[in-house]
Every structure is written in structure tokens, then in C-alpha cells.
């Protein structure tokens, strides 16, 4: 099995700019979460999607949006771009039907903003 | 909302000692306690959990215990070696009940270093 797919895998953007991330979930995934990972920060949760419908959203401004597909393949949107902005964006996967299930990661998008 | 509170931020130990690190969680309704381990330059991988009707689970050299009374669980690794050398994080999902799913918050990381 294909495991999940994020792309691009590197960014550069300028402040102002708006910039759009893809990830492909693990085939018969429903569930798709995005997470922001700076260092000292951790991993700070943006948003969840499962079956289209964003279940969960973390405390980012609305800046930060996404979307799913019928194929449970996800998108994240970021616009006007902020210096503060620049970090790994890792989407995570998983069957999305228990509370227990394991998270299967991508490889995560490094976002410069300049 | 969920905050989960993760110490230290860095571990430095010798090859073969023992390392321990702490999370502590604010909401009493979370029910699912993760670890994960990314080492450098890859991606977040499901080390072992625990639920909160457990109060500790192993997995060879590595354990983690819960305390839901005090809301801190812990992230135990024995004989550790270089290879164990990573950044780890513990999570903790929110029982959201019904047919609602609750979010994971993940602490801030543990830089452990494993000297040979």
C-alpha cells in the first residue's frame, strides 16, 4: 500500500502571497488531518476532514482553510502569507472511524515565506 | 480546549541508561494517549499507546504509564541506544462522545540524544 503523499515537498513564497498544499491519504482513509510543526512548537493541529465535512479545527486564523475531496484527498490553503507562516506542514491519515486508530504521516511540505 | 504539556524539551543520556519523559494533559475527558517518534528529516511514526482505561502497557524496552487522577502519563525507554535518538511527542484525544470525534493535541517534543 501507498503510504500518504504530500506535495509539494518544498515551497518559497513571499509575504502576501497565498500557496496551496496537497496530500493523498493511504488508500481506504477517510480521514485527513493537517498539522503546523515549528521547532520549540510541536505539532499544532489546524484542521480535520473526513467524508468532505471538516470535522475538528484547530485555533488558526482564517487564513488557514482547507477542503476534501471525494477521494479523500485533501488540500490546504494559507493566503496572504505571513513571515510567521514559514514551518513543515505534515497531513496525517487515518480510517477516521474510531478514536484509537493510529495516524499514518506524510512527508510533510517545508514552507519558506520570504 | 485540550493542552497538553510535554517536559523536558531536551534529554541527553548515555548508552544503556534509562529515559523518562513527562506529559501532563488538562482536560479529564481524554480517553487516548499516543507517542510518536520522528527522527530527523522524517515523518511522525506511532511508537505505542495507551488507553485510559489502562493504567500502563510495554513493548519491549518501551513503556508508558498513565495517571488519570494526576492527568500526566509517561513515555519510559530502557537500554537505550543510539538509534533511539529522536524527537518524540505525546498526544492526547478528547472523547468528544456520540458520534463526534475528538482532535488530537500533541505536546511540544522531547529532543532525546542517545550518546554511544
Known amino acids: 500500500k501507498a503510504g500518504v503523499t504530500q506535495t509539494p515537498r518544498y515551497l518559497i513564497k513571499t509575504r502576501g502571497q497565498q500557496v496551496t498544499l496537497s496530500c493523498s491519504p493511504i488508500?481506504?482513509?477517510?480521514?485527513v488531518s493537517w498539522y503546523q510543526q515549528t521547532p520549540g512548537q510541536g505539532l499544532q493541529f489546524l484542521f480535520e476532514?473526513?467524508?468532505?465535512?471538516?470535522?475538528n479545527k484547530g485555533n488558526f486564523p482564517g487564513r488557514f482553510s482547507g477542503r476534501q475531496f471525494s477521494n479523500s484527498r485533501s488540500e490546504m490553503n494559507v493566503s496572504t502569507l505571513e513571515l510567521g507562516d514559514s514551518a513543515l506542514y505534515l497531513c496525517?491519515?487515518?480510517?477516521?472511524?474510531?478514536?484509537?486508530?493510529?495516524?499514518?504521516f506524510g512527508s510533510g511540505t517545508q514552507l519558506s515565506v520570504l | 480546549g485540550e493542552n497538553v504539556e510535554q517536559h523536558p524539551s531536551t534529554l541527553s543520556v548515555q548508552e544503556g541508561d534509562s529515559a523518562v519523559i513527562k506529559c501532563t494533559y488538562s482536560?479529564?475527558?481524554?480517553?487516548?494517549f499516543p507517542w510518536y517518534k520522528q527522527e530527523l528529516g522524517k515523518r511522525p511514526q506511532l511508537i505505542i499507546d495507551?488507553?485510559?482505561?489502562?493504567g500502563e502497557k510495554k513493548d519491549q524496552r518501551i513503556a508508558v504509564t498513565l495517571n488519570k487522577t494526576a492527568k500526566h502519563f509517561s513515555l519510559h525507554i530502557t537500554e537505550t541506544q543510539p538509534e533511539d535518538s529522536a524527537v518524540y511527542f505525546c498526544?492526547?484525544?478528547?472523547?468528544?462522545?456520540?458520534?463526534?470525534?475528538?482532535?488530537?493535541?500533541f505536546g511540544q517534543g522531547t529532543i532525546l540524544t542517545v550518546h554511544p
Open positions: 496525517a491519515s487515518s480510517l477516521g472511524n474510531t478514536q484509537t486508530e493510529k495516524l499514518f
Open positions: 488508500s481506504g482513509h477517510r480521514s
Open positions: 476532514y473526513f467524508s468532505e465535512t471538516q470535522r
Open positions: 482536560d479529564s475527558a481524554s480517553n487516548y
Open positions: 495507551i488507553r485510559s482505561n489502562v
Open positions: 498526544a492526547a484525544r478528547t472523547h468528544a462522545g456520540g458520534t463526534s470525534y475528538g482532535k488530537l493535541t
